[in-house]
T-cell receptor, first 113, second 112 residues
Framework: SQTIHQWPATLVQPVGSPLSLECTVE??????LYWYRQAAGRGLQLLFY??????ISSEVPQNLSASRPQDRQFILSSKKLLLSDSGFYLC????????????FGPGTRLTVT | DAKTTQPPSMDCAEGRAANLPCNHS???????VYWYRQIHSQGPQYIIH?????ETNEMASLIITEDRKSSTLILPHATLRDTAVYYC?????????????WGAGTKLIIKP
């Protein structure tokens, strides 16, 4: 069966510090991968998606970046965090672009102080 | 911007049917309606989706109006574990991929 992991579960970082969040998927090959951010009491905002290694599409201009160094690994990064980067970050995967169900990881709660 | 409108919160008695409404008046002909739910501080969970016809699975039923401008998610026998935020979402086609456009959802509280 397929499993999606995210770490860390929670993170507190000062403004201006770097960020690296990791997401890995097990039990499937060549998944479509997604990074979302969720502000408190809000719906999910798509940040990045990837259809293959090294292929990243950005949906929202910001100081975040994403990379996919391996087939089942998706990394979200920032060189300098802003207060507005605080939120709940979720990684998700689908089998292909037309799959009707996205499978979500447990999420990382980031607080920028 | 979200393409759906939902009430911010609803209550339902345990054992009764929970009916969650959603308006999507600007939906296009080839855009699907999806429902996910999110239990506090967890990742969202897929429930059901549909295009034109009513759909039913082991979790819920989805009723879509004939003009497709609104839909209702029905949880037939709500339990306390169904307490969650329920998101009505429109899936749109963008470039080479499909995107789920999320709104703020409805917080459903099941009361004993």
């Amino acid at each position: 069966s397929q499993t999606i992991h995210q770490w860390p579960a929670t993170l507190v970082q000062p403004v201006g510090s770097p960020l690296s969040l990791e997401c890995t998927v097990e039990g499937t090959s060549n998944p479509n991968l997604y990074w979302y951010r969720q502000a408190a009491g809000r719906g999910l905002q798509l940040l990045f998606y990837s259809v293959g290694i090294g292929q990243i599409s950005s949906e929202v201009p910001q100081n975040l970046s994403a990379s996919r160094p391996q087939d089942r690994q998706f990394i979200l990064s920032s060189k300098k965090l802003l207060l507005s980067d605080s939120g709940f970050y979720l990684c998700a995967w689908t089998l292909d672009r037309s799959s009707y169900e996205q499978y979500f990881g447990p999420g990382t709660r980031l607080t920028v102080t | 911007d979200a393409k759906t409108t939902q009430p911010p919160s609803m209550d339902c008695a345990e054992g009764r049917a929970a009916n969650l409404p959603c308006n999507h008046s600007t939906i296009s002909g080839n855009e699907y309606v999806y429902w996910y739910r999110q239990i506090h501080s967890q990742g969202p969970q897929y429930i059901i989706h549909g295009l034109k016809n009513n759909e039913t699975n082991e979790m819920a039923s989805l009723i879509i109006t004939e003009d497709r401008k609104s839909s209702t998610l029905i949880l037939p026998h709500a339990t306390l574990r169904d307490t969650a935020v329920y998101y009505c979402i429109v899936r749109v086609h963008s470039d080479s991929n499909y995107q789920l456009i999320w709104g703020a959802g409805t917080k459903l509280i099941i009361k004993p």
